[in-house]
Each structure stands twice: as C-alpha cells, then as structure tokens.
C-alpha cells in the first residue's frame, strides 16, 4: 500500500531514496522475490533464517520474478530498488505467523526514527513512535540487543553493509562451502590428495 509506505516513512523521519526490508514468514518465500539466488545466498538463507540477519540480493529483472509479476509498478518500486531487494525472515513466532498469513511483500523497518537506537522493549517502542502506531503488537523483550547483521549478496562474494548480531568472522564461516570425503580405506585417500 502506497499511503502505509508513505506513513511508514513519515514515521521513521526517512527519505524516498532509502528502501526498506521484506520480511518473510517463511525462508522458503525469498525464491519469490529472487529468480536466481546466489550459492552464498542460498547457504545464509540455510544456515541463518530464521534469524537476525538481512539479506540484500541482486534482483535485475524485478518484474520477472514471482512476486514482482503480482505488483504494479508503483508497488515494485517500494520492495525492490537500484537492482536489488532486502529480505529478512525474523526468528520470533509471533512474527511468523503474521507474516506467513498475508501473501503480498509486508515492508517493515524497526520502531524507531532514524537516528536512534532500536528500541528493546514494546514500552520503549511506543515512546518512540507509540504515536504512529495503530497497533502495537508486545511479545516481550527482543532476543538480542543488537540489530540484525545486513550483507549483501551478489555472485560468488558478499559484503556485511551493517554490522550486527552476526560478526564478520561468524558470516565468513557460514557463507564457504565445506566438502568431507570420507574414505573406508587407503583405496581412494591417495587418488583424492
């Protein structure tokens, strides 16, 4: 909906040039917003979801994916931007099961204004924009205290845009393939090395 992205933005005191993330009530809907994902993408999207991390994935053709041949122009406009879409599938079950009840792309942000810390609490979350808020949904203190890590995604490399929950050493290790060969015997070590 134009008119609750436009609120949204108010809201958060944030510019149009700013895109907001997807969020997912199931890992498995990111494929609707991508048409090829990346083997990196893939391997956080297995490792990591549900979970504090953000992904943003190349998408050039936004109208040739699933999801983007369901909206308009105008509403593309609002999930995918400069060839790219951020998704992000939160690991809390109250959010997953709202998000997996609507089938269209639900943009959201964190409730606060630009600027100022994420908010941990329901209570903190509505002295921060209790005033922009038609409901306010209290499942108590969030996991971590931390923002969700954002990467981008593209090819065969990734670049962590914001740091988070997830450090740089901890994306790292879930974003490389790993390989064990198991061998019964000396028969097939020597051929292998």
Known sequence: SAGAVRALRMAKGRPDTQPFTVHLGRAS??????????????????KCWPGPLTLICDEPEPAATEIGRELTETQRAEVYHGGTVGLRFPAHPVAERLLSAVEQPVVASSANRAGNPPPLTAESAITELGDCAAF???????QYSESSTIVRVGGDGWKIERSGVLDERTIHRL???????????????????
């Open 29 to 46: 809907d990111y494929r609707r917003f991508v048409s090829a994902p990346s083997p990196i993408a893939r391997r956080l999207v297995r």
């Open 136 to 142: 306010v949904f209290d499942a108590g203190r969030t």
């Open 175 to 193: 974003a490389r393939s790993e390989f064990l060969f198991v061998c019964t015997g000396n028969t097939c070590r020597s051929p292998m090395a």
